[in-house]
């Protein structure tokens, strides 16, 4: 497993977590830093909206792990922060500066829960809990196992320097996350898988993708970027998180430019500096091209990858 993977994945539904402590400052005199963090999406075919509760984050850092409690909740639609944008969660939070080894994202998230009982069919999330909201209007109460417990567990390390600040997002894919098991309707699992990026050490990928592959019928158009060397290859609807699965993907959307032409368009946002192949897919099984286009992210720069 490469190096860039092993910063990218996030360990959760961890077991013997110690006691949540309460919220707590710095101790008078101590070296503090500041602390943003943001989420962003990934996005999922066929759904209206995703929302989540996030109602604390629990870090671990030089001391022993701590609370900052969100009161109240924010409730994020995940589908309205793809691509390069995000929504904030933490801004400039004074925390202890030093190594952190993880960070733990509270959600509200159970099975059996009443997630989007409420919800007014709007584009807000104004439901209970966390749901997801299906092409058609059917909502779904989204569960994270062990959520309850432990929440989303990231254990990617992080440094807050002293006297200065980290801005971080945690970005989802939805579109590696959301499933199925028989036996749990109408309950559906979040199995997320998240990067988390610091976001000075980022950039973006767009591309434009020819209306001949966006527009094949019954295509669900989207664009896969994966790790180099990686051939484009099917998500791992397994358990344990396939090293060969796509780093992050993107849905290709429909842009009416000026002159009133129909193009098609994609935007991976959040994609830690390096080197990677990406792919066109309808249908997430067969790829175009078959090996995957090279693509060079530099940090703070933008990328651009087309499917002619």
């Keep these: 497993m490469n190096s860039k993977r092993m910063q990218y994945l996030l360990a ?19 070296e503090t830093g ?5 989420v962003s999406d990934g996005p999922i075919h066929d759904a209206e909206k995703v929302c989540i509760t996030f109602d604390e984050i629990e ?17 994020v639609n995940l589908l ?22 993880w960070m733990r994202l509270g959600v509200d998230a159970v099975l059996g829960s009443n997630g989007g009982l409420g919800d007014s069919g709007g584009a807000m999330c104004d ?9 058609g209007g059917t909502a779904h109460n989204l569960y994270v196992p062990s959520g309850a417990e432990t929440g989303l567990k990231l254990v990617s390390g992080f440094t807050v320097p002293v ?26 699992v979040l199995r997320p898988t ?17 209306n001949e592959l966006a527009t094949t019928e019954s295509c669900a158009a989207s664009v896969y970027v994966f790790d180099d060397g990686v051939t484009p290859n099917a998500i791992d609807d397994g358990d344990v998180v396939d090293p060969d699965d796509p780093v992050a993907t993107a849905l290709v959307a429909e842009l009416l430019t000026d002159e009133a032409i129909t193009e098609y368009h994609y935007t991976v946002g959040f994609l830690l500096a390096g080197d990677y192949e990406v792919a066109f897919t309808c249908d997430g099984e067969i790829f175009e091209p078959a090996a995957g286009k090279s693509a060079t992210i530099s940090a703070q720069a933008l990328t651009t990858v087309d499917f002619p």
Excluded: H, W
């Design 12 to 30: 959760f539904f961890a077991a013997g977590l110690l006691p949540l402590g309460g919220c707590s400052g710095s101790d008078s005199g101590a």
């Design 34 to 38: 500041l602390l943003s963090l943001s």
């Design 59 to 75: 870090l671990k850092g030089p001391g022993a792990p701590f609370v900052i409690e969100l009161d109240p909740a924010e409730k």
């Design 80 to 101: 309205d922060f793809q691509g390069n944008n995000a929504a904030p969660l933490l801004f400039d939070e004074e925390v202890p500066a030093g190594n952190y080894q």
């Design 127 to 135: 439901g209970d809990g966390s749901y997801i909201v299906m092409t």
């Design 163 to 188: 006297n200065g600040s980290a801005d971080f997002t945690a970005e989802f894919d939805l579109m590696q996350s959301i499933t199925s098991p028989p036996g749990l309707d109408p309950d559906v």
């Design 194 to 210: 998240i990067r988390l990026v610091n976001n000075v050490e980022v950039g973006t990928l767009t591309g434009q993708v020819a």
